[in-house]
């Protein structure tokens, strides 16, 4: 089943413990990306990854990291966690040719929680 | 990329039609509209997208106005499960940033 998976799906932590959100999709999608949904604010985008060792800065990319060493994990690191940061967040994946479609395929989410 | 203005809420009856508008009057000519919807805080779901001409698939339809600056999304059949939050995007070709709005939070009455 063609699918994105991210773990953990909960996580309560405290502030200033580095955490690691994983993402993976077994389509063989170049482009992957995290966004952050909060109340009253929508979906924004956090980071994104055209390819293997590509990633570009999204809307809200302050107090977050990311890699792409392999094309099927985009993991999310938060490496000095702070209150603000709780939030849902969705790792998505795609190929990128806009023209020629247009789905997005997003993972079920990561609710995290920092104290 | 130009910004999209939906209602905050509306409600349509079972198997009517649920007709949700989208202002993006600022749309440019390499700018595609996009539909997504949000099923309580599942993942967003893609559901169509066009650039000039009306679109339609299994899902739904999209209707987009001859100056490009609205589109109306339609769900021809509404079911309870289409409650949802339904996001309108605008985005330029290749670029892959996506934004979306807060979106029209559509209840389906029984």
């Known amino acids: 089943e063609a699918q994105v998976t991210q773990n953990p799906r909960y996580l309560i932590t405290v502030t200033g413990k580095k955490l690691t959100v994983t993402c993976s999709q077994n389509?063989?999608?170049?482009?992957m990306s995290w966004y952050r949904q909060d109340p009253g604010l929508g979906l924004r985008q956090i980071y994104y990854s055209m390819n293997v060792e590509v990633t570009d800065k999204g809307d809200v990319p302050e107090g977050y990291k990311v890699s792409r060493k392999e094309k099927r994990n985009f993991p999310l690191i938060l490496e000095s966690p702070s209150p603000n940061q709780t939030s849902l967040y969705f790792c998505?994946?795609?190929?990128?040719?806009?023209?020629?479609?247009?789905?997005?395929?997003f993972g079920p989410g990561t609710r995290l929680t920092v104290l | 990329d130009a910004k999209t203005t939906q209602p905050t809420s509306m409600d349509c009856a079972e198997g009517r039609a649920a007709n949700l508008p989208c202002n993006h009057s600022?749309?440019?000519?390499?700018?595609?509209v996009y539909w997504y919807r949000q099923i309580h805080s599942q993942g967003p779901q893609y559901i169509i997208h066009?650039?000039?001409n009306n679109e339609t698939n299994e899902m739904a339809s999209l209707i987009i106005t001859e100056d490009r600056k609205s589109s109306t999304l339609i769900l021809p059949h509404a079911t309870l499960r289409d409650t949802a939050v339904y996001y309108c995007i605008v985005r330029v070709a290749p670029s892959e940033k996506l934004t979306f709005g807060t979106g029209t939070r559509l209840t389906i009455i029984p």
């Open positions: 389509m063989n999608h170049e482009y």
């Open positions: 600022t749309i440019s000519g390499n700018e595609y």
């Open positions: 066009g650039l000039k």
């Open positions: 998505a994946s795609r190929t990128p040719r806009w023209v020629s479609g247009g789905e997005q395929f």
